[in-house]
């Protein structure tokens, strides 16, 4: 093995998003593209010199070469071992894991999360800190501006590791330890969840089609629901990963997971369909006739976390991002504990967790997690679901009506507007932020205007400040629209319109969710020109 200092120079446009680096697969098959970016973020974190680290990858196009690329960069910046999932497979929540539980300084994880795979798709990669968690803002930031002048990376000139093979191999004086991606993520959850009750929930007759959309969580349900749980065989389907996800879109949505949704509205539904997305962290909840929106499932599942072990003694408090509907909220104000609205990006959830602040987090896009990781986690809702339904004995729509009762229903959806030119989308946003002082009082419709602002997030734990995170509207009545860019995507723009409107204690939880929403719809339709901006008001998703 010999080491290799290669020169370089850098890169444009390698400015880590809200979940890592990401862009088009051909992109990051450019010599040179990744390995400057790899070697960044060895700089940002003061070099790799006798350090340990994770890396695994949702098995999108590209991963393998990408994991081999990144061994060899470890070993010649000085790292003592890595832990490698086997075949280059981790789901992201598993990785987390595995940061923590081994101690590692950190770990790489490659995917580009719910969006399609492919060499003409997308590809991403992001380091996670030495909590588990999306590395924070000062640290993407140094990743940034290393970027920005490197001259150099190192890496060895060695053969490629066979990831097929668990058990240890050697990059020169670097352990590699390849390791099976479900065993340790498997103890886990049977730390968490009452495995016995939910044994006897399926061998009670409960049914269930879990969607891996040829993704990540395959291999994890197969061994959990069907192997462990004892499901029948045949729940899981689309469980083996492939490169292209099958030519899939790993979103589980109503849109992008359409047969399961098709098969829940069915007279043959199951007790219970349920999905995730590319890397893992994201899920999808529904019963017979009955879609879980995320932002429910959020607040569902923080009131009845209690049935599950790992949270009888109760809850420190709850997070949620700030496009999500405050349905969480009032759950944390039933238990008297508190709750935090966070910027988009599981990152701002960390410190809040670090700290002890909150158990449960989620974010309206599908992601729900808890303390057990530094990640949003997919299968750990599903889990929690199936945990709650064991103990309840409830179908899931009765599980949600009792709750819309309690509560009150916030009525919510996401407007999607995809491949925005950039200069119409900041343009949007830009005409939004010059009259928000002057929307106070006004009326659109039937609906006036509480307050309008630019969200800023104070961190209660180390004092940062995140600005310009979204521009929110409050209307008076419990009605709500929040504007955002996605940092989600790989080109284009894509503009998101957050809904919301509360029933009210005691009000109509019976609405059409579009019905519902119909008047702040065309209030902020109004107020931010879009007809006239970007000229168009019929979104490309509805969630």
């Keep these: 093995m010999t080491l290799k200092i290669i020169p370089t120079?850098?890169?444009?446009?390698?400015?880590?998003g809200t979940s890592g680096l990401r862009k088009k697969t051909r992109v990051f098959m450019t010599p040179g593209y990744l390995e400057n970016f790899i070697q960044a973020t060895f700089d940002a974190i003061g070099g790799g010199q006798g350090k340990r680290f994770v890396v695994g990858g949702d098995g999108r196009y590209f991963n393998k070469q990408a994991i081999q690329t990144i061994l060899k960069m470890a070993a010649g910046n000085g790292a003592s071992e890595v832990i490698v999932g086997q075949n280059g497979i981790l789901s992201t929540p598993a990785a987390s894991h595995l940061i923590r539980l081994n101690k590692t300084d950190g770990g790489f994880i490659l995917s580009a999360s719910h969006n399609p795979g492919g060499i003409d798709e997308d590809f991403g990669v992001k380091f996670n800190a030495e909590n588990g968690g999306p590395a924070p803002e000062n640290l993407t930031a140094k990743m940034f501006e290393a970027t920005k002048s490197i001259t150099e990376y190192r890496t060895v000139d060695a053969q490629d590791i066979d990831l097929a093979s668990i058990g240890t191999a050697h990059l020169g004086d670097m352990k590699v330890q390849i390791v099976d991606p479900v065993t340790d993520y498997e103890g886990l959850m049977e730390t968490l969840f009452d495995f016995n009750a939910i044994r006897a929930l399926f061998q009670g007759g409960f049914t269930m089609q879990f969607?891996?959309?040829h993704a990540v969580t395959g291999p994890y349900a197969t061994a959990i629901i069907e192997g462990t749980l004892g499901a029948a065989k045949g729940t899981v389907v689309n469980g083996t990963p492939l490169e292209d996800f099958g030519n899939g879109h790993p979103d589980p949505n109503p849109i992008w997971a359409k047969s399961l949704m098709d098969l829940m509205m069915s007279d043959h539904a199951p007790d219970i369909g349920a999905a995730s997305d590319g890397d893992g962290?994201?899920?999808m909840i529904v019963g017979r006739g009955a879609y879980v929106t995320p932002s429910d499932s959020l607040a569902i599942l923080a009131a009845n976390a209690h049935l599950a072990p790992a949270y009888s003694g109760g809850l420190a408090g709850i997070a949620r991002s700030m496009p999500t509907s405050a349905a969480s909220d009032r759950v944390?104000?039933?238990l008297g504990i508190g709750s935090y609205e966070t910027p988009t990006g599981w990152k701002f959830f960390g410190n809040l967790?670090?700290?002890?602040?909150?158990?449960?987090?989620?974010?309206e896009s599908a992601g729900t997690g808890s303390d057990h990781v530094r990640e949003k986690d997919g299968l750990w809702a599903v889990l929690l679901w199936l945990n709650i339904l064991a103990v309840r004995k409830q179908s899931v729509a009765d599980v949600v009506q009792d709750h819309w009762q309690t509560y009150g229903r916030d009525y919510y959806s996401r407007f999607d507007y995809e491949d925005v030119p950039t200069e119409q989308a900041d343009a949007l946003m830009g005409g939004l932020r010059a009259k928000l002082s002057e929307l106070a009082g006004q009326s659109h419709g039937a609906l006036t205007v509480a307050s309008a602002d630019e969200f800023s997030y104070h961190d209660p734990v180390d004092g940062s400040v995140s600005k310009n995170q979204g521009v929110r509207i409050a209307f008076e009545g419990g009605a709500r629209a929040v504007f955002r860019l996605s940092g989600t995507g790989t080109?284009?723009?894509t503009l998101r319109l957050y809904l919301e409107q509360f029933s009210g204690l005691g009000g109509?939880?019976?609405q059409d969710t579009q019905d519902a929403l119909a008047q702040v719809?065309?209030?902020?339709?109004?107020?931010c020109a879009m007809q006239d901006t970007i000229g168009r008001t019929t979104p490309d998703v509805i969630t």
């Design 9 to 16: 120079t850098p890169i444009d446009g390698q400015m880590p």
């Design 211 to 213: 969607d891996a959309m």
């Design 281 to 283: 962290d994201r899920n």
């Design 332 to 334: 944390a104000e039933k």
């Design 353 to 363: 967790l670090d700290a002890g602040k909150v158990t449960i987090c989620g974010e």
């Design 491 to 493: 080109q284009g723009a």
């Design 508 to 510: 109509d939880v019976t």
């Design 521 to 527: 719809r065309d209030a902020a339709q109004a107020i």
